[in-house]
């Protein structure tokens, strides 16, 4: 899909801050972080919604291994799923670590994206 947000990252159109990326998926710091570390999860294959995606036991099976990775280094030891699905039509699960009751989001600075990449890569 040529203006798919998501699409265009895969293809390395438009930049991100990966934590992890296999041959079908990729993942990263999403950019309103509502916790840090907070990450997207999305197969590289455009799929509308995650149920669409042919081989949902490989996706969750990653979605798994990079959740473990996020509370590993989390400080909580927690992180929370969640599969909201209309803001950017291409399958993605959020992978949220930490506590939190602020859903909101905000803007964090390039070093501030840097330093959660490398504190939450796998």
């Not at 909580?76 to 209309?86: F, H």
Request: charged share 30%; aromatic share 12%; proline share 4%.
């Amino acid at each position: 899909m040529t203006d798919c947000i998501f699409c265009k990252i895969v293809k390395k159109e438009v930049p991100c801050y990966k934590i992890y990326e296999d041959k079908e998926f990729l993942a990263f710091l999403d950019i309103f972080p509502k916790t840090a570390g907070h990450t997207l999860v999305v197969p590289k294959k455009h799929v509308q919604w995650v149920w669409d995606y042919p081989e949902l036991g490989e996706y969750f099976e990653v979605v798994g291994e990079i959740a473990k990775q996020l509370r590993k280094v989390s400080e909580d030891k927690i992180v929370r799923s969640i599969i909201w699905g209309w803001e950017v039509a291409h399958a993605h699960i959020h992978l949220l670590p930490g506590k939190t009751d602020n859903l909101n989001g905000q803007q964090l600075s390039d070093a501030e994206f840097e330093k959660c990449r490398q504190k939450f890569s796998l």
